[in-house]
């Protein structure tokens, strides 16, 4: 017997008031790694490989990936373990490797050489986990950036200066009233401002 791909069924309104209902095929979720490649600049990708995962060719017409005949969807990235000082053209570069850049929920820049969180970030609504540990970030201000991301809800920034500063944990709490995970650990009602 022929196996049928996984199907999804998304309820959408058109202009006119009326409701439809399609069938697709569903997505499969996938990491694209470009850590540990010392990538000094974004820009420094076309020229690498990823460790792991199926990034979008430079020919636009080729097809999205799929696996059991559901779409491969990047969901991940990761750029960790490398010497990026900033995101500079960090939109450009989702959209130049992924085909669906606005499907990336979760962002992995810890180990960098980052003293800022980039604006650059704010271009990613959808994103939920974000770690930026082992980076050079010392300032809450920074932090602050982050407010603009309305679906946050994990972030790591352990090992950086600013964990330092008293009231480290409770100052970006009160900033991220959205996280439930802070640092790798659950956030407890008691930690709430």
């Known amino acids: 017997k022929k196996k049928t791909p996984p199907q999804a069924k998304t309820t959408m309104q058109s202009s006119h008031g009326k409701t439809e209902t399609m069938t697709h095929r569903a997505a499969a979720s996938t990491v694209l790694d470009y850590s540990f490649r010392d990538l000094t600049t974004l820009s420094d990708i076309n020229d690498e490989n990823p460790r792991a995962g199926v990034r979008k060719p430079l020919d636009k017409e080729a097809p999205e990936p799929t696996q059991g ?6 969901t991940t990235l990761k750029l960790n373990n490398n010497a990026l000082p900033n995101l500079d053209g960090l939109s450009e570069t989702l959209v130049r490797l992924l085909w669906q850049p606005d499907a990336l929920t979760f962002l992995d820049l810890s180990f960098n050489a980052m003293k800022t969180v980039d604006k650059a970030l704010l271009t990613m609504p959808q ?18 950036v982050l407010s603009g991301l309305p679906a946050l809800t994990s972030l790591t920034l352990h090992g950086n200066d600013i964990e330092k500063q008293k009231g480290y944990r409770t100052n970006v709490l009160r900033a991220l009233p959205g996280l439930k995970k802070f640092d790798f650990s659950v956030v407890l009602k008691s930690e709430r401002p």
Request: glycine share 8%; net charge negative; hydrophobic share 55%.
């Open 127 to 144: 994103l939920t986990i974000l770690y930026l540990h082992g980076n050079e970030i010392a300032s809450f201000k920074e932090v602050n």
């Open 69 to 74: 005949g559901a779409v491969l969807v990047i």
